[in-house]
């Protein structure tokens, strides 16, 4: 199976660059999610309210992908 995505440039330029672009969002967004877990996970002087902030920070990115039908795992 092939996909093959074509744009009209210079019209389409910023369709282009989000398509172009998405692969590198999509791990900026997987090493933020990771920087968080590991705050929670491993930070042993992490006080309980930026535990609970970095958990809902988690939670609410989660959820924001999800409601865009976005799964990064």
Do not use: H
């Given at each position: 199976?092939?996909?093959i995505l074509e744009f009209e440039?210079?019209?389409?330029?910023?369709?282009?660059?989000?398509?172009e672009q998405g692969a590198l969002l999509k791990a900026a967004i997987q090493?933020?999610?990771?920087?968080?877990r590991d705050k929670v996970k491993y930070d042993g002087n992490l006080l309980p309210?930026?535990?609970?902030g970095y958990e809902d920070t988690r939670a609410l990115l989660a959820s924001c992908l999800r409601s865009k039908g976005i799964d990064l795992w």
């Amino acid at each position: 199976m092939k996909a093959i995505l074509e744009f009209e440039l210079p019209e389409e330029a910023d369709a282009f660059e989000e398509a172009e672009q998405g692969a590198l969002l999509k791990a900026a967004i997987q090493k933020f999610d990771n920087m968080l877990r590991d705050k929670v996970k491993y930070d042993g002087n992490l006080l309980p309210n930026l535990r609970y902030g970095y958990e809902d920070t988690r939670a609410l990115l989660a959820s924001c992908l999800r409601s865009k039908g976005i799964d990064l795992w």
